[in-house]
């Protein structure tokens, strides 16, 4: 009887061993992580308004609720893991975003108007074309550990974080800086002086740095999906630069025009160690709600 006992009790033990190793859904679909899975992370919170306007526990019904965005403290930058066993998986931030915007302003040549005051038709038209660019790159990578037990897994680990954000401008005018444009009071097209008009801008590159360790919970409520949340805490470190700016001038001395280059009026950083929800991309990753999606 008791070496049946004992039978019995190591195949429950090493059911249980294997059930544990391997959650299947009732249609036999793999619940849990798995090496090799490849996970894609989105903003919880929109989903977690929509269930409970559903279930009709708030007084809102509903509209806000959009589809999951962003994790939060990452807008325009994705985030995901690679697992490379069961219980280990590679953090990975990227976030590439570039945007150049022109803006054309059409005017008549103010020569044209001077020699032809009343006949407007012979009037000829000129521009001026303003271009601003920006460039924000963010990287960060991390490993993260897991434990647990059947749908809820705790996860820790750490991980870093660089960035780096740039923003310019540049102008072309219409109107030629001269003795004769100065002396009949030509504008640009936005009406503004000749003298002191900005070329170029630069603010120059901007750069963050941070290190961070977390700790968070997360639920399979389905096979490969899941809701976590996590906190961390870590440094953070941002330095601005004073950047530069470059201008045309009428030198009245020597009538002649002089491109001028000088260095920003100001520069900055900033510094701290603290648990990281509120300090978002701009100093550390940011604590979060998300919903995971494995494949």
């Known amino acids: 009887m008791k070496k049946i006992i004992s039978f019995i009790f190591v195949g429950v033990m090493f059911l249980n061993i294997a059930n544990a190793q391997e959650l299947v859904s009732k249609k036999g679909f793999t619940i849990l992580p798995e090496a090799g899975d490849i996970v894609l992370g989105f903003d919880a919170v929109p989903l977690v308004d929509l269930a409970l306007n559903f279930a009709n526990i708030m007084v809102n019904t509903g509209q806000t609720a959009g589809h999951p965005g962003y994790v939060g403290g990452f807008n325009q930058v994705i985030v995901g893991k690679y697992f490379m066993s069961e219980s280990m998986a590679i953090r990975a931030k990227i976030g590439i975003n570039t945007n150049r915007t022109s803006a054309t302003t059409y005017f008549d ?174 100093l550390l990753p940011s604590a979060a709600l998300t919903v995971n999606f494995h494949f």
């Open 109 to 282: 040549d103010p020569i044209d108007m001077l020699a032809s005051p009343l006949d407007p038709n012979s009037w000829g038209e000129i521009k001026d074309v303003s271009v601003t660019t920006s460039r924000e790159i963010i990287l960060a990578g991390g490993l993260e550990f897991r434990r647990g037990h059947n749908r809820l897994q705790g996860f820790y680990g750490a991980e870093a974080l660089i960035g780096l954000s740039h923003s310019g401008a540049s102008n072309k005018y219409g109107v030629k800086i001269t003795q004769d444009a100065i002396t009949n009071g030509f504008t640009n097209g936005d009406g503004s002086t000749l003298s002191g008009r900005v070329l170029s801008s630069s603010t120059g590159n901007a750069i963050t740095f941070g290190v961070r360790g977390f700790v968070g919970v997360e639920y399979f409520f389905a096979p490969k999906m899941s809701v976590g949340g996590e906190f961390g805490w870590g440094l953070g470190i941002t330095t601005t630069p004073r950047g530069k700016d470059k201008k045309e001038n009428w030198i009245v001395a020597d009538s002649k025009v002089e491109e001028k280059e000088t260095k920003g009026p100001s520069k900055g950083s900033s510094m701290g160690w603290q648990v990281d929800d509120g300090f978002g991309k701009n």
